[in-house]
């Protein structure tokens, strides 16, 4: 199993999900609901298992029963990284998906910083090369990660982190893997959509951070001759 370490894990029941082809996109969706709905609606959709609907993860928000519970930026992990889910249809061999709870009502409200910096720590792991030391080595993932960076569009071969919307009609490309069959999706909303970029930037600030390394200790050269001048007695001016 590969699961992120700071998500409650909730399984929806025994596995019955193919396995995934590979780790290549990251997808970011909305709710038009609540964690803490969408985690019971997940488990009606599905019953004991995993045939009907569901994302990889879930992150909470400020409103409805997530409010209540203090779900904000809290991160549910509903499904194994090694396995599908169904939340990008054609894409679900190879795509991550992450939804994201919102006020439930048009317009969709921006995230909240809580959900921003949730979103921005999950993809810094999920990104990370060290998380998918055991994918399968034929997997690019195995060796490079993937990239923390923002996707065009679905065309084959793309990697990296997208948006539901990108794979929806009218807007997928020509060619475009299709995220989704219902026409005139805009998940997650431009509202979140523009907020996309500055949370890429964070993520990889986090990165950049985890793999730098620490300062290194004096050279005992210098350390030897600091000790031998603080040692020297004072002269008068």
């Known amino acids: 199993m590969l699961t992120y370490p700071a998500a409650v894990h909730k399984p929806l029941g025994p596995q019955t999900e193919p396995r995934m ?31 009907g609907t569901e994302s990889h993860f879930g992150v909470g928000g400020r409103w409805g029963g997530d409010a209540r519970a203090g779900l904000d930026g809290t991160v549910w992990q509903w499904q194994d990284l090694m396995h599908q889910a169904d939340a990008n249809l054609d894409g679900n061999p190879t ?21 921003c910096e949730a979103i921005a720590r999950l993809l810094a792991w999920v990104c990370d090369v060290a998380t998918h030391a055991d994918c399968p080595p034929s997997w690019t993932c ?10 065009p569009d679905t065309l084959p071969g793309r990697r ?15 060619g475009g893997v299709r995220w989704s069959g219902s026409r005139g999706k805009d998940c997650p909303t431009q509202t979140r959509i523009d907020q996309i970029p500055g949370i890429i930037t964070r993520a990889q600030a ?17 350390m030897t001759l600091s000790l031998i001048h603080i040692s020297e007695p004072t002269r008068p001016y």
């Open 21 to 51: 082809t590979g780790h290549d996109i990251v997808c970011l969706h909305t709710m038009a609901g609540y964690l803490s709905s969408t985690d019971r609606y997940f488990r009606a959709a599905n019953g004991a298992g995993y045939i």
């Open 95 to 115: 795509v991550i998906s992450v939804e994201t709870a919102d006020n439930a009502a048009r317009p969709i409200a921006p995230w909240t910083p809580p959900q």
């Open 142 to 151: 195995h060796r490079a990660g993937i990239p923390l960076a923002l996707i």
């Open 160 to 174: 990296g982190i997208g948006y539901h919307r990108q794979g929806c009609d009218p807007w997928r490309v020509l």
């Open 206 to 222: 986090i990165t950049a951070a985890k793999h730098t390394p620490p300062p290194q200790e004096d050279d005992p050269m210098a």
